[in-house]
């Protein structure tokens, strides 16, 4: 079972980027799927997060509006597709993978309802 984030690097603020989470090893689309982000100091914090379904997400406030989740089930992929970027979205992002238990996007920014993490990728927003 494997995870791998990419997509990151350099934006300009108020920029875009679109992260992609893909698998190995498992289908994506058996699982909720959750990203996370970690800046330099911090402790991960949730960002947004689907259900194994696909119909319900779920997202922290700061991304609200900005930023979207999507799943892409023939490409066993999941998306983050990130606007309006700002300096302080200046982190590395994570995929992850819910336990089977959870299929909503409920409690989705509970660390502990993942079992399985990608490597990250380094997002930088700066002029």
Do not use: H
């Amino acid at each position: 079972v494997q995870l791998q984030a990419s997509g990151g690097g350099l934006a300009q603020p108020g920029g875009s980027l679109r992260l992609s989470c893909t698998a190995s090893g498992f289908l994506l689309g058996d699982y909720g799927i959750g990203w996370f982000r970690q800046a330099p100091g911090k402790e991960r914090e949730g960002v947004a997060c689907i259900s194994r379904s696909g119909l319900s997400t779920n997202y922290e406030d700061y991304a609200k509006g900005r930023f979207t989740i999507s799943r892409d089930n023939a490409n066993n992929a999941i998306y983050l597709q990130m606007n309006t970027l700002s300096p302080e979205d200046t982190a590395v992002y994570y995929c992850g993978r819910r336990r089977q238990a959870y299929a909503l996007a409920s409690r989705c920014f509970s660390i502990s309802t993942y079992d399985y993490w990608g490597q990250g990728t380094q997002v930088t927003v700066s002029s």
